[in-house]
Nanobody
Framework: QVQLVESGGGLVQAGGSLTLSCAAS????????MGWFRQAPGKEREFVAA????????KYSDPVKGRLAISRDNIKNTLYLQMNSLKLEDTAVYFC??????????????????WGQGTQVTVSP
């Protein structure tokens, strides 16, 4: 099994920055892709960004391209999401997810069987 714990959420003003972290434990050697998803109140969970094992292959949703950056440290078993130029519409609960399906970097939640509990990000005017 894989356990994921997010941290780093909080309240930030529009235009500001925030870095989320996701610590993985358990069978971390089996993880290939990791991703960030978010869910705003009254909306469905949506894809934000994903990264393959080596860190060299990344995918982003259009609303966050150029503002958010995903990275991972396989020694520390930690996933990161650097969030810059934050907008009001970035307010959501951010979830970390992991997949053990080797070679696949999914952009839908159905490709990730392992999930964290989420961390709240609130962007104020």
């Amino acid at each position: 099994q894989v356990q994921l714990v997010e941290s780093g959420g909080g309240l930030v003003q529009a235009g500001g920055s925030l870095t989320l972290s996701c610590a993985a434990s358990g069978r971390t050697s089996s993880i290939y892709a990791m991703g960030w998803f978010r869910q705003a109140p009254g909306k469905e969970r949506e894809f934000v960004a994903a990264i393959g094992w080596s860190g060299g292959d990344t995918k982003y949703s259009d609303p966050v391209k150029g503002r958010l950056a995903i990275s991972r440290d396989n020694i520390k078993n930690t996933l990161y999401l650097q969030m810059n130029s934050l907008k009001l519409e970035d307010t959501a609960v951010y979830f970390c997810a992991a997949s053990t399906r080797w070679g696949m970097i999914g952009i839908t939640q159905y490709g990730y069987p392992h999930w964290g509990q989420g961390t709240q990000v609130t962007v104020s005017p």
